[in-house]
DNA sequence: TCTTGTGAATTTTTT
DNA sequence: ATTCACAAGA
């Protein structure tokens, strides 16, 4: 069957062999499933939410529905939509489709909210005054251009910050809103308010005329163009017969709202109908005319993992999810098939914490499993340094460091860990982080690219000026830009006239070059005779513009050790673009840039095999690993304190926390440092409140919050810079200490750590100290908490000691 | 126009 | 601790 030619449209037409009832030959397809997820699997109806606990093989039922679907003949692919969080699991889910059914599978949109709206847009963008060329703007370059316009209206006297005002015109869009709408309901009395609507309306104009759309817009847009564009949004009813949206809890306003138009009956272009009150209301039933049915929606998600609001996602999709589709199946998938017992008792214990939901019990027979595995260190390094013995005891013991992975709550923690890790030689990858495509070179190079395919966008055209240096400044840039409003042209086209700008013949000379340059480029990748550009354009232009521009040799004249960093980042994306040649020989420069605009540092998958994984509770999401740690754990970190002031803030931390012990199968580890360095300073840190709610006996303390000053014969890292001899980690050799004192008080954390901030210590005093022995107080730094001895000991020589918190009495 | 130095702010999470 | 922005000087 050769569906990847099946016509885009197939009119009224429900499929081969639609209203088809039994499922039929689907014996496999339904294998090794429990009755719940048999039923997710076959029912048909209109609406279905399936609710699934973490680890409740959501994604093998997702897939085996569409697998069902196909076979039986009920779906063509191109009527598929099914969408996903992230672009590593769109390929996932369509690998494992095609393994159920074949190259059947061809044809159908697996991909992200946004991923699918580009695609939309991209088709459709010139109904409403865009170009196929459309360019991505990510957070970076809206917040750049947002700057430029909080400086252009003087909103820092009213207040407003770039971050502040890019944040809130995200809000906006998220529900739907534009500087219009808003305007109408905002107190318009208050001058910061109308300076702010300035903005936002003056960034959308903008946005419009560099043919751009942000982040945001991408989902917006494509809601008000099948709001505007009825016979549009039909286009698409009539194609997606089946869609269905994965991690549903974490949608916000508009993409349900694009879930919504896609729902609507065929021919339904009254407008939006009550879309507010969530039911639809149709003068005619549609049942009565099967042709104009709306396509059948599911969607699957849970509650309990909606780690997403503050981006504007809303629980309330999921949560009345029955209201807005009356009639809608509900399915409940509760047994787990990912952890221990253990693991999940300490995970139900947790969420149950949480009051406005659903009760929900993940259950498992696979036994009770290994206890969970806590630990205490003085600093981060000693935290780390606990991790990266733990992972090496388990790599002694057959794990494989890929099935390892480290959560955090943010990305800062990643660095005490990356030391450690580079010293004890233990392989690791940082899931997102400072990202590839966010570094300098790589916006620069890609800003090339873009001022070549969307000559329209100023501001990629504004950044690459002068980079490399070619001597255009401020001075420069404002009178091409002053040339270009005069003639009504766009700012690039005013660089092919460097001779009417009146600047100086230096001046002109380069951007000229420049100039031409850009035009070189351009006839490589997208050639004025119209025939295809060949697939290896994007990375010869690329490559082009690299060295004519003279930003290779600007980098390679430098002296700066890190430009050679550079040139390599640069020359592998280079290699990138080789790459994406090779995958997408029809590929355009525009297409290449879609692809690079939307990946995330979830869909970094490139083989993590052999390393272990580093990222944040967030990236976790939808993972799972043998052995899971999570680091950290500690009060204003998780929950973190910006939560506490935003309504619902603690409750999605304690969500948080529930996702990363959810990713664990076999093992999970729980650690925290007692002093944690930030913005330079050193703080003392208390343990999570999610600590208490899991019951004692499920968590092995190896080194509790309760006793860690007491005794036990641990020097502590953090002041002692000793280095370790190889094969002597902590709890080498699978030697765990029979603890002692540890036993007795398996889970007490008490309310706070030793303190002996009052301690009263002068230069000159003697003192003990429960590893170092005796020593002679040198002199006393700092103030307060932070207050510093600096002892000289008989046996160990001299230290610094955080005077708080040391395990030290005076004599 | 570019370089250097000082001071300030940063670190919550991301398609 | 590090990065970034802005100011003053070359």
Known sequence: MTDASTPLIVGGDRGPQSGADAPRADDDLLAGLNPPQREAVTYRGPALLIVAGAGSGKTSVLTRRIASLLRGGEAWPSQILAITFTNKAAGEMRERVRQLIGDRAEGMWISTFHSACVRILRREAQQFGFTKAFTIYDSGDSRALIKRLVKEHEGDAFGLTPAGTQSRISKLKNELADAESYARQANMSDPVERVFVEIFSAYQRALQRANAFDFDDLIGQTVYLFRAFPHVADVYRRRFRHILVDEYQDTNHAQYALIHELTRPIGSDAGPIASSGGMMIFDADPADDPSKAPASLTVVGDSDQSIYAFRGADIRNISEFERDYPGAKVV?????????????????????????????????DVGAGDPIIGFTGYSQHDEAQFVADEVEALRKGGVDYSQMAVFYRTNSQS??????????????????????????????????????????????????????????????????????????????????NA?????????????????????????IMLPASGELAPPT???????????????????????????????????????????????????????????????????????????????????????????????GVEEDLLPHRISAGEPGGPQEERRLFYVGITRARKRLYLSLAMTRAQFGEVSVAMPSRFLQEIPADLVDWRQSPGD???????QSRALNARPRRPGQGRYGDDLVPKSSAIDKFPNRIPAKVRDNGDMELAAGDRIRHDDFGEGHVDAITGEGAKRVAHVRFEKVGAKKLLVKIAPITKL
Request: hydrophobic letters at 45%; zero cysteines; aromatic letters at 6%.
């Open 708 to 714: 860690v000053n007491s005794r036990g014969g641990m």
């Open 499 to 523: 001779s009417a700008l009146g600047v100086g013949p230096k001046l002109q000379q380069a951007i000229a070059h420049l100039d031409a340059v850009l035009a070189e480029a351009r006839e």
């Open 537 to 631: 354009a994007v990375a010869d232009g690329l490559t082009l513009l690299l060295n004519k521009s003279g930003y290779f040799d600007a980098l390679r004249a430098s002296r700066d050790p890190q430009d050679e960093a550079r040139l390599e980042n640069l020359d592998e994306l280079i290699a990138v673009a080789r790459e994406f040649a090779r995958n997408n020989p029809e590929g355009t420069v525009v297409d290449f840039l879609t692809e690079v605009a939307l990946v995330s540092d979830a869909d970094d998958l490139e083989d993590a095999s052999g390393s272990v994984s580093l990222m944040t509770l967030h990236t976790a999401k939808g993972l799972e690993y043998d052995a899971v740690f999570v680091t």
């Open 332 to 364: 409940l998938l509760e047994q787990n098939y990912r952890s221990t017992q253990n693991i999940l008792s300490a995970a139900n214990a947790v969420i149950s914490n949480n009051f406005d939901r659903k009760e929900k019990r993940l259950w498992t």
């Open 415 to 496: 660095r005490a860990l990356e030391e450690i890790f580079i010293r004890s030689a233990i392989p690791y990858k940082i899931m997102g982080g400072t990202k590839f495509y966010e570094r300098a070179e790589i916006k620069d190079a890609m800003a090339y690219l873009v001022a070549v395919a969307n000559p329209a966008d100023e501001m990629a055209v504004r950044r690459i000026l002068n980079r490399p240096r070619r001597g255009i400044g401020d001075v420069t840039e404002t009178a091409i830009a002053r040339y270009a409003a005069d003639e009504q042209i766009t700012f690039r086209d005013a660089l092919a």
